[in-house]
């Protein structure tokens, strides 16, 4: 078995370190002691039967709960790595007597009778390596958002756990009395774990188990071996695809922004946001990066989901993000039963974000399906009733594109026209223009082409200053905002057009904090922001790139490798005095910037072939 990830003793400064593993329909979070301390039931956005990263007891205070511990006595040296090309996670624990044990977590994820097997489920193994290991296995679930610790009942081989909504049960071979108590017990054997449905395991266990993590990793590894990587950096980018892919809820296509809900943005921010639903721009961004990785599953099953949203918006309001199953309605409240990370409440369910008005939608809408009337690779093409469908899209964004609304930031207590919302409006109208060429529509082509030059003219006229020589991040103001870099990407302004390089020095200028960019400098809801946001770190990146100074976004790029934990993943946010990660995790924006700056900064393999 091969390692990835980072050597321990390059780890930096990452209170945000963890292992993520999953199957597309949950995802756990291994901790540096091998515990797992994060994982939602029965789907990625539900209620965290383990919650422990959330809760500020230590796991050896009689009432922690909300984590699933397996620690070995006397333990002196712990080293984790992944399976290269797989989320599953190798943890290996040496004792001071030279004992040793590797504990093997996954989640089950195979084809399997022409599905996709995928249960809600986390498998863990344990093997002795040398000496004569005791461990002690501590499962203690939480239910209700930590308000509840749920009962149990056990039989000869398992343990039943009576959540609120559903019975999760253990099946083991290890001795049920001493894990039921927590007691310490040696190692004399390979030890199964398989906590999922509330039935019995059909099969010897043991050779159950090891047949699910053989076909596991076949399964992952196939998928990795059809993504396009770039030469250099393979292994940054594999573990950011994979992780990406574990964002997918796969039996809808929708992809969560990340992982996790309330971890602050910073210290004591309150800046502690539900992460775990679809935004349409987050989405957008992580089918972009995996597009140009061929993993076109990821888009196809994004679609899908994203053809339901625009079917039930019916030609009108988009929100900025949807339930896993497509909900409209994310009402956000406090969970009182858990303190928050490091303590740092408050724990918020759902997101109010819901609510908003942000028209940068309906752009990435038309952008996500765009490659579908282009693609022969993919199952479904796209036809003319998507287009018509994708019309309707267009003509909203050609109605509120100079309208103010929340912003891609999500400003909670004020509306401008942002810029970048305007731009995505434009960039909408101006794809369609594109499909329709593709569908051998040039009358449509042509209107839709009108309709992107009117947007265009009114962000020159109403966006762009004179005196400062640099588009403003709204209509009416004077401000800055690292979103103005993405002008770039969307095609609305070309690397060596005078304006964009006055605004890519503008923003450097007022945005850029060392090796690190801000969101923006100005007061929010909040206060003044004091981390920075990694995704606008890539972004200048890529522009450092396309305007002439590759080497010194190379430079740039190296050093944000070298900020990920030991996973080889990144956070939302990283302060850029001490490097330190804040922010959910792992998040999809910052794991897209590793593979887009990856792409566009490698050597070509025609340079070894």
Known sequence: MQETGMPEDNTPVASVDLWPIGNCQVAGMIDRSGSL???????????????????????????????????????????????????????????????????????????????????????????????????????????????????????????????????????????????????????????????GPDESFANDLGHGLEEMLARTIAEWRHWTRGLATPLEWQDAVIRSAITLKLCQFEETGAIVAALTTSIPEHADSGRNWDYRFCWIRDAYYTIQALNRLGALDVLEGYLEYLRNVVEGARGGHIQPLYGLGGEDKLTEWEAQGLPGYRGMGPVRVGNQAYEQIQHDAYGQIVLCNTQAFIDRRLYRMAGMADFEALEAVGERAFQVHDQPDAGLWEFRTRADVHTYSAAMCWAACDRLANIAAELGLPERADFWQNRADAIRATIEARAWRPETQRFSATFGGDDLDASLIQLLDMRFLPPDDPRFQGTLRAVEEGLRRGSHMLRYASEDDFGLPTTAFNVCTFWLIEALHATGRAPEGRELFEEMLARRTAAGLLSEDIDPVSGELWGNYPQTYSLVGMINCAGLLSKPWSAIR
């Open 37 to 195: 301390v994060w994982g939602c039931v029965p789907r990625l956005d539900g209620d965290p039967t383990f919650c422990a990263l959330l809760d500020d007891k230590a796991p050896g205070d009689p009432a922690a709960k909300g984590f699933w511990s397996i620690t070995l006595d006397d333990v002196v040296a712990t080293r984790q790595h992944y399976i290269r090309n797989t989320p599953v996670l190798i943890t290996t624990h040496t004792d001071a007597q030279g004992g040793a044990i590797e504990v093997v977590d996954f989640c089950p994820r195979y084809k399997n009778h022409g599905r996709m097997y995928r249960p809600v489920a986390f498998a863990r193994i344990v093997r002795r390596l040398a000496g004569s290991p005791r461990i002690r296995v501590a499962l203690r679930p939480a239910s209700e958002w930590g308000a509840t610790v749920p009962a149990r009942t056990s039989g000869s081989h398992h343990i039943r756990y009576l959540l609120q909504d559903l019975t999760l049960r253990l099946s083991t071979d290890a001795p049920i009395g001493w894990v039921n108590d927590e007691r310490s017990f040696r190692v004399e054997r390979t030890l199964h774990f398989f906590l």
